[in-house]
């Protein structure tokens, strides 16, 4: 038993068991890091252009539903003064072809309606 070795307990063997370690060429192993680090920057830019994308569109919608609102606080100073605007007059007519914006004045499938008074769908 001079072979063994006792190591906690437990006999040893000589030799390893397992995997041996490869040796790994130096250049080679550089050369994988630099284009894992070039693809990891590629991602990265992609990334944060689809983010500038989304970011700019959302300002698009958030400066479309200002525009609207404010359109909206003008239509109810009107309304406020006694005054009808023509929009609402072909809204209520239901001449949608003079309004500059074609919103409808049909009743939604789902049967609701947002706080604005424009309906809900599912698509939207």
Same mark, same amino acid.
């Given at each position: ?14 030799? /390893?068991?397992? @995997? ?5 060429? $130096?250049?080679?192993?550089? !050369? %994988?890091?630099?284009?894992?680090? +070039? &693809?990891?920057?590629?991602? /990265?830019?992609? @990334? ?5 994308? $989304?970011?700019?569109?959302? !300002? %698009?919608?958030?400066?479309?539903? +200002? &525009? ?18 023509? !929009? ?37």
């Amino acid at each position: 038993m001079d072979e063994n070795k006792m190591v906690g307990g437990k006999v040893k063997k000589p030799g /390893k068991r397992g @995997r041996k370690p490869a040796k790994i060429d $130096l250049k080679a192993k550089l !050369e %994988r890091s630099r284009q894992s680090a +070039r &693809e990891c920057r590629a991602r /990265k830019k992609l @990334r944060y252009q689809y983010l500038e994308e $989304l970011v700019s569109s959302k !300002e %698009r919608a958030i400066c479309a539903l +200002r &525009e609207e609102l404010e359109m909206y606080k003008q239509w109810c100073i009107a309304m406020d003064q006694g005054k009808i605007p023509s !929009e609402i007059k072909a809204l209520l007519t239901g001449d949608d072809q003079k309004t500059p914006q074609s919103t409808s004045t049909k009743t939604p499938k789902n049967g609701k309606y947002n706080s604005t008074g424009i309906s809900q769908s599912k698509s939207s």
